[in-house]
């Protein structure tokens, strides 16, 4: 399925660079969001947008900045990350948040930092 | 605060039936999510329980009692292509999704 596209996969970078990862979706749908995975832990929200606002910042440092220009594209602005912001980094979508749809996920950008 | 267990890592046999279980402790119920994850690639949606009982699809049930906290996956007629993780995620009382740390389900021939 490449209803929702996350570029690059792969991702390494020194902790004074900046750098941002790209999400797109084909699926018309209203809701985007960014999680982080990290191994053998659950999956953490770190942004919702709905209709390209804003409606849960989850208390992600400031290193980490969303933009989301309209409802098919999502980004996540990097910049003075930490070693321990290693992991994978997963885009989805779905149609509207809070409901009982389900969210669509991308193949996420594998992240490393020096 | 709010809680999902799930085993961390099961082992089953080409052919064979598992059952991945799910227990949570959340703030409200809105349902129930499980999505199967393989390596490096993107989670993918299996099933949503709202109610009790079992949803049957395919070689695929998801069970759900909201008395007990408690939701299975189960995998019939296992094959080697269900080598994954399992990840169970259930909607509070604000529509916030917790999700538990996933189940790695290794298939040997």
């Known amino acids: 399925e490449t209803g929702v596209t996350q570029t690059p996969r792969h991702l390494v970078m020194g902790m004074t660079n900046k750098k941002s990862l790209k999400c797109e979706q084909h699926?018309?749908?209203?809701?985007m969001y960014w999680y982080k995975q990290s191994a053998k832990k659950p999956l953490e929200l770190m942004f919702v947008y709905s209709l390209e606002e804003r409606v849960e910042n989850n208390s992600v440092p400031s290193r980490f900045s969303p933009e989301c220009p309209n409802s098919s594209h999502l980004f996540l602005h990097l910049h003075t990350l930490q070693p321990e912001d290693s992991a994978l980094y997963l885009c989805a979508s779905s149609q509207a948040p809070g409901t009982g749809t389900p969210l669509h996920f991308g193949n996420g950008t594998r992240l490393t930092v020096t | 605060g709010q809680n999902i267990d799930q085993p961390t890592e099961m082992t089953a046999t080409e052919g064979a039936i598992v059952q991945i279980n799910c227990t949570y402790q959340?703030?409200?119920?809105?349902?129930l999510f499980w999505y199967q994850q393989h390596a490096g690639e993107a989670p993918t949606f299996l099933s949503y329980n709202v109610l009790d009982g079992l949803e049957e699809k395919g070689r695929f049930s998801s069970f759900l009692s909201r008395s007990k906290g408690y939701s299975y996956l189960l995998l019939k007629e296992l094959q080697m292509k269900d080598s994954a993780s399992y990840l169970c995620?259930?909607?509070?009382?604000?529509?916030?999704?917790?999700w538990g740390a996933g189940t790695k389900l290794i298939i040997k021939p």
């Open positions: 995620a259930v909607m509070d009382s604000n529509y916030q999704l917790i």
């Open positions: 959340t703030s409200g119920f809105n349902g």
């Open positions: 699926l018309g749908h209203n809701a």
